[in-house]
RNA sequence: CGGGGCGUAGCGCAGUUUGGUAAGCGCGCUUGGUUCGGGACCAAGAGGUCGGAGGUUCAAAUCCUCUCGCCCCGACCA
């Protein structure tokens, strides 16, 4: 079992070179591949698998409370979209446009969605008279294309897909109970418990939040290399949109009033955070709520035993199905071996093996992938085996990943200390911040640390500012992000 | 978009300095056979015009120009 190092050089080394090894994993597990097309990618089955596993769990989340789904134009006329300053301007930068319709030149070009927010405001905008016809609550799923420079698989592509939430509320408490909510209840709730990524949540500052947004609340995740992923964003838009859009209603009290909206949206970058939150020297670990394929069998075919050895794993099988996702490896042209690296590699949560000496003994064994543990289990114990591991598997994954994100927060008081963390440790530094735009800008010039969110959680105690040393009450986490 | 690096068979690479029977290696792939409890072995095969375009030359993977893409580091973002 020790030998099986030599197996890993189909992959760069996690530890020498954290980038590479992201993208072999990405590929030889074939989540994604390279496109002749510059900045996109195509998102193989594998990993379009784990994106519908994804979608399922937080649009049943979605619904539970109570938005419904819907979908919206995928181009937005430039008039449309310039009608929130703030907001073009933000997405100004990455915009596509279309200029011609065949070879009609257009009279006005349209932007392939960056966001939607323009597009479905001009609708609500038909939509709303009445108090009785809030609150809207929207989302959809949908591709989005922003013009990157640098593009990175699921990290950072052309175009990517999304989830994107709409709502519109008739009063401000409102609108801010719902940015909460989807944060806390939607998101956290879900990137913790399917995707096993513990967060940290807290309020962007106005340097960091959404173009055309009162604030912003984020979610945000350490990779094991010590850089933050932001994971999802959940935005009070007050009544910037609405005023611009001029979405009003009529109220009970016969006043007309403008709508508070917000919007949030999670994308297919979470899949990276998967991979480089989990993976290891040997590939993806997969969450299993969320895998594709929850247990692999690999049957032991020798020539003698192979038909008995086929016969029981496709009974066996039969048998799984009906509570998990497995699949049968009856590969004639590959070993057992080379397919038990396979399947670590593709991060498949748990592995079934069974050949003749399980069949005589009335047994199979079982290999994790996070712990790589095997056991031998009684046949008539297989299914709750299976499900109490698969269990164990996900909280394993959350608890590790946790201890990870607890040890790299570092408190850090003194800037020059701060420098040397983001430097040699990487991490997250709480420390606090005057709320001057300024000492962020110089720090972020600096260290290239952004202030990733202010948590909730702040302590009663005051402190000095890292940067100018004045007088702060504002704990924040800094990092370096992707 | 700035700095650096790289594009030769599906993947990883050699060949480029010194243009000329070097289009070559490993893995993978195909066929047949033996195998199969942690990347099996034997044999026989298929496959590239050297990222693309233009140029220099008797002759270009090799020299020149332009161009496209990818990776890394920065600025921007989910």
Redesign the pocket.
Known sequence: ?E??I??V??IASKEKDF??W??DVVRKAELAD?T?I???MVIRPYGYGLWENMQSGLDRRIKETGHKNAYFPLFIPESLLKKEAEHVE?FA??VAWVTYGGSQKLEERMAVRPTSEAIICSLYSKWVKSWRDLPILLNQWVN?V?W???????????E?L?QEGHTAHKTKQEAEEETLKILHQVYRDYIENDLAIPVIVGKKTEK?K??GALHTYTLEALMTDGKV??A??SHNLGQNFAKAFNIKYLDEDQQEKYVWQTSW?T???LIGAIVMVHGDE?GLKLPPKVAPIQVIIVP????KT?KEVLEKAESIRTILKRDFRVEIDAR???????????W??KGVPL?L???????ASGQ??L?RRDS?E?MAVKEEKLVETVKELLDKIQVNLLEKAKKFLQENIREVSDYSEFKEVIEKKKGLIKTHWCGNKDCEDKI??ET?ASIRCIPFEQEEISGKCIYCGNESSTLVYFA???
């Open positions: 079992m030998r099986d030599e197996f050089k189909e980038s590479q992201y993208v390279y002749s510059k900045g996109c933000g930068p990455e989005i922003r990157e420079k640098v593009t990175r698989l699921f990290l950072r592509t052309t990517f999304w960091e959404f173009a992923l932001q999802g964003t949206g994308t297919t970058r040997r032991i075919m020798f020539d192979k004639d042209e590959y070993t057992p071996g080379w397919k038990f690296n396979e670590e590699m592995r093996e069974i050949g003749p000496k399980d069949l199979v064994v290999a790589r095997k972020k010039e290239k370096r992000a992707y």
